[in-house]
């Protein structure tokens, strides 16, 4: 099945860097999972409010710049936060990195700076980074909505 995105989206993505809106609209294309942009420009004062909710864990966020942009997994009608939604997500955003040719990071594999140049599944690349905090003894932050810019 073929998704596109609402206008409700595209409104989301108003200040967000150009090739970042063009990753989303070529995504949607990729995808076997319908999903939408829920988060795109922050202010300071929305970060700052995330920040101090634990949602967000830096007052350096690549939304205040926009230069991110948060997706939600949807099936059906409804709002989706599991796991697995974002994996074929984070796999078609990797695809539309590749089309328009820039540097992505997938908030849930934050050890790779260019999702274009992971060789595996963004399943793999999760399953990576979650296996590389726990050998370091650290929990890992996943935010599997986030895709921001590295370039």
């Known amino acids: 099945m073929t998704y596109k995105l609402s206008q409700r989206s595209l409104d989301r ?3 967000v860097d150009e090739r970042l809106v063009a990753v989303a609209k070529a995504a949607i ?3 076997e999972t319908d999903f939408g942009v829920i988060c795109g420009l922050r202010t300071i004062e929305e970060q ?3 920040f101090n909710k634990g949602a967000s864990k830096t ?3 690549k939304h205040i710049d926009g230069n991110a942009l948060d997706l939600m997994a949807y ?12 994996f074929d997500i984070a796999d078609a955003v990797k695809e539309a990195a590749i089309d328009v040719g820039v540097a992505m990071r997938w908030g849930a594999a934050w ?5 274009r140049e992971w060789g595996g599944t963004m399943e793999e690349a999760y399953n990576a980074y979650v296996d590389l905090r726990r050998s ?5 932050f996943i935010d599997g909505p986030h895709f921001e810019l590295m370039d």
């Open 13 to 15: 993505m108003e200040g």
């Open 29 to 31: 294309g990729h995808t």
């Open 48 to 50: 700052r409010e995330l």
């Open 59 to 61: 007052m350096k966020s």
């Open 75 to 86: 099936v059906g009608s409804r709002g989706s936060w599991e796991i697995k939604l974002y």
């Open 111 to 115: 050890h790779i700076n260019d999702i």
């Open 136 to 140: 370091q003894g650290k929990s890992p």
